[in-house]
């Protein structure tokens, strides 16, 4: 499997994850933790793509260094985007922080579950 099938197949996790916590935020803890759980795990999925877009803007071939740069570069920017998302989230009068922060725990463990679709 290709990088980019493995970066789809993890978001594709991702979305699945938020989703279903959401749902289950929906029926155990109303539509305010329904929101905080879509605000949660889309953080996660928003920050992947982010990174994601910024390794593959390097093109095939480049020279090792330029491809380390983007990688670094694009892991800081991730970093930094995720701690003030959350930061933002946080401060929001209409999110409940336990369900924001299970689901972004959540999403986050997508990485986990597509190795085995890696190989």
Known sequence: ?????????????????????????????????????????????????????????????SPATKIARAFYTGELIKLLLTAVLLSVALLWPQVSPLPLLLAYMAALMAYWLALPFTF
């Open 1 to 61: 499997m290709g990088a980019k099938q493995v970066t789809r197949t993890i978001l594709l996790i991702q979305l699945l994850v938020t989703l279903s916590g959401a749902t289950a935020a929906l029926a155990f803890g109303g539509a305010q933790a329904a929101y905080s759980a879509l605000v949660g795990g889309g953080i996660s999925a928003l920050v992947t793509l982010y990174f994601a877009s910024q390794v593959f803007s390097v093109h095939v071939g």
